[in-house]
């Protein structure tokens, strides 16, 4: 079994991790001294920390990522980490109005948090399968969110957030509204979003639902961007069917499809068929969630306040 003495030279087989970090380069092995010149001339490189956070080594794990290197979501770098972290979790937690199912933990995103993101979405709250994934949008409502991606030629460069942290007691009513703008939340949700514009290249906004039409509008950024405000997939088809087509060919002249993406610009018909859902990508899920999570449907319900069914029927091949 490897130990931190397999990665270092000897002088530094007593430091901890934490001096390992802003030691020299020249600390691992492998990396002699004049190496460890080379990279702080040519990239500013001075420290261990410094290398494992060079943009160009990110850059080049994001290209194997995109060629299915690791197949699942290893989650948030430093960055997008420390802002998770910095979430106003007591707030929602300690809510007088008790709106919040905080039986459960919250739910942050989906998509990439690696700046290759040209899309950006935004949803109301994390229902069951969302919270049992730790991803946002992967039950039923997310498989057609996903199916109308696959219409944009959209395969990876979306990032998905929602404008609640916690799932929500009831619909988005006149006291959701006024929730939504308390300074904690509406001020964290604002700085997500500012943090997407400002990391990733995006082309455009979409809405899911009222409840995120209203976090969007309350977004002092959203009038620099292409928004388009998509009724929620879980209403009824005759509507959300039609609405979709309406926005169908803004959203596929705002949007340029991924490399390997193919656009398909037919219109839904009047109800959703098998087409129209697609499964969650796998590069969108966690490493070991079970092979059938974010696919055919939703497979958990609530079952009161603190216990969640999980439906783990295998799906057919």
Same mark, same amino acid.
């Given at each position: 079994?490897? *130990?931190? =003495?397999?990665? /270092?030279?000897?002088?530094? =087989?007593?430091?901890?991790?934490? !001096?390992?970090?802003?030691? *020299?380069?020249?600390?691992?092995?492998?990396?002699?001294?004049?190496?460890?010149? =080379?990279?702080?001339?040519?990239?500013? /490189?001075?420290?261990?920390?410094?290398?494992?956070?060079?943009?160009?080594?990110?850059?080049?794990?994001?290209?194997?990522?995109?060629?299915?290197?690791?197949? &699942?979501?290893?989650?948030?770098?430093? #960055?997008?980490?420390?802002?998770?972290?910095?979430?106003?979790?007591?707030?929602?937690?300690?809510?007088?109005?008790?709106? &919040?199912?905080?039986?459960?933990? +919250?739910?942050?995103?989906?998509?990439?948090?690696?700046?290759t993101a040209r899309l950006l979405i935004v949803g109301q709250d994390p229902s069951t399968d969302e919270i049992l994934a730790q991803r946002a949008f992967v039950g039923?409502?997310?498989?057609?969110?996903?199916?109308?991606?696959?219409?944009?030629?959209?395969?990876?460069?979306?990032?998905?957030?929602?404008?609640?942290?916690?799932?929500?007691?009831?619909?988005?009513?006149?006291?959701?509204?006024?929730?939504?703008?308390?300074?904690?939340?509406?001020?964290?949700? @604002?700085?997500? &979003?500012?943090?997407?514009?400002?990391?990733? @290249?995006?082309?455009?906004?979409?809405?899911?639902?009222?409840?995120?039409?209203?976090? %969007?509008?309350?977004?002092?950024?959203?009038?620099?961007?292409?928004?388009? @405000?998509?009724?929620?997939?879980?209403?009824?088809?005759?509507?959300?069917?039609?609405?979709?087509?309406?926005?169908? +060919?803004?959203?596929?002249?705002? #949007?340029?499809?991924?490399?390997?993406?193919? /656009?398909?610009?037919? +219109?839904?018909?009047?109800?959703?068929?098998?087409?129209? !859902? =697609?499964?969650?990508?796998?590069?969108?899920? +966690? &490493?070991?969630?079970?092979?059938?999570?974010?696919?055919?449907?939703?497979? *958990?319900?609530?079952?009161?306040?603190?216990?969640? #069914?999980?439906?783990? %029927?295998?799906?057919?091949?």
């Amino acid at each position: 079994m490897k *130990s931190i =003495k397999d990665f /270092v030279d000897a002088a530094y =087989k007593n430091k901890s991790i934490a !001096e390992i970090l802003e030691a *020299s380069p020249a600390a691992l092995k492998g990396i002699s001294a004049a190496d460890a010149e =080379k990279l702080d001339a040519a990239f500013g /490189v001075k420290s261990v920390r410094d290398l494992a956070n060079l943009k160009y080594v990110r850059n080049a794990q994001t290209l194997l990522a995109m060629n299915g290197i690791p197949d &699942f979501d290893p989650g948030p770098g430093p #960055i997008w980490q420390q802002m998770f972290n910095d979430a106003p979790l007591a707030h929602y937690i300690n809510h007088p109005q008790q709106r &919040f199912r905080i039986d459960f933990s +919250p739910v942050f995103y989906r998509g990439r948090l690696d700046g290759t993101a040209r899309l950006l979405i935004v949803g109301q709250d994390p229902s069951t399968d969302e919270i049992l994934a730790q991803r946002a949008f992967v039950g039923s409502s997310g498989q057609r969110l996903q199916g109308l991606l696959h219409k944009l030629g959209i395969t990876r460069s979306y990032i998905i957030l929602n404008t609640f942290l916690y799932g929500i007691n009831g619909q988005f009513d006149n006291t959701m509204k006024k929730i939504t703008q308390e300074d904690a939340i509406l001020n964290y949700r @604002n700085a997500l &979003f500012d943090q997407v514009v400002a990391a990733n @290249n995006i082309e455009a906004v979409i809405t899911i639902g009222a409840g995120a039409r209203d976090a %969007v509008e309350r977004w002092p950024e959203h009038q620099q961007h292409a928004v388009y @405000n998509l009724i929620h997939p879980s209403a009824p088809e005759n509507m959300v069917l039609p609405d979709w087509n309406k926005h169908l +060919p803004d959203l596929l002249n705002s #949007i340029s499809p991924d490399d390997d993406g193919v /656009v398909d610009a037919t +219109p839904y018909g009047v109800q959703y068929t098998a087409g129209d !859902e =697609k499964k969650i990508p796998r590069y969108d899920l +966690p &490493f070991g969630i079970p092979v059938w999570h974010g696919t055919n449907g939703t497979r *958990s319900i609530r079952d009161g306040a603190d216990k969640i #069914i999980w439906n783990a %029927v295998t799906p057919a091949a």
